[in-house]
């Protein structure tokens, strides 16, 4: 999971899975992600000898260290790498707040700010 500013990134490798075979769920608080990976079926009578894949149903739910607009997700499954896009609540996104200096002194003394003169 990566923050990049207004945005959470989050990144799982699931290859070998269909699109199909994934499921999703955003809430404002956590991600679930579940899904099935199928055991590889070749008709022609084949024995496999030893694997070092992994089977069968999986699920993990990561808490969100910020809370999401889950209503807004993006998502992207590219190359057996699924790419969710989530946008932060608008509370905890980084804002520009402009600092109203006023008139400052010429004669290079320091101002106190008023904390009372910031705006969002």
């Known amino acids: 999971m990566i923050d990049a500013g207004d945005n959470l990134i989050f990144r799982a490798q699931l290859s070998g899975i269909a699109p199909q075979d994934i499921d999703v769920h955003v809430t404002r608080d956590a991600t679930s992600l579940g899904g099935e990976r199928k055991v590889f079926q ?3 009578n084949v024995n ?5 894949f992994r089977y069968g149903k999986f699920q993990r739910v ?7 607009q889950n209503d807004k997700v993006q998502a992207d499954y590219r190359d057996g790498i ?6 932060k609540v608008e509370a905890v996104c980084n804002r520009v707040v402009k600092i109203n200096l006023g008139e400052l002194p010429s004669s290079g003394e320091s101002k106190t700010l008023d904390a009372s003169s910031t705006t969002a």
Do not use: R
């Open 42 to 44: 070749n008709g022609n």
């Open 62 to 68: 990561i808490n969100l260290p910020f809370p999401v």
């Open 82 to 87: 699924l790419t969710l896009t989530l946008p």
């Open 48 to 52: 496999p000898l030893h694997s070092e």
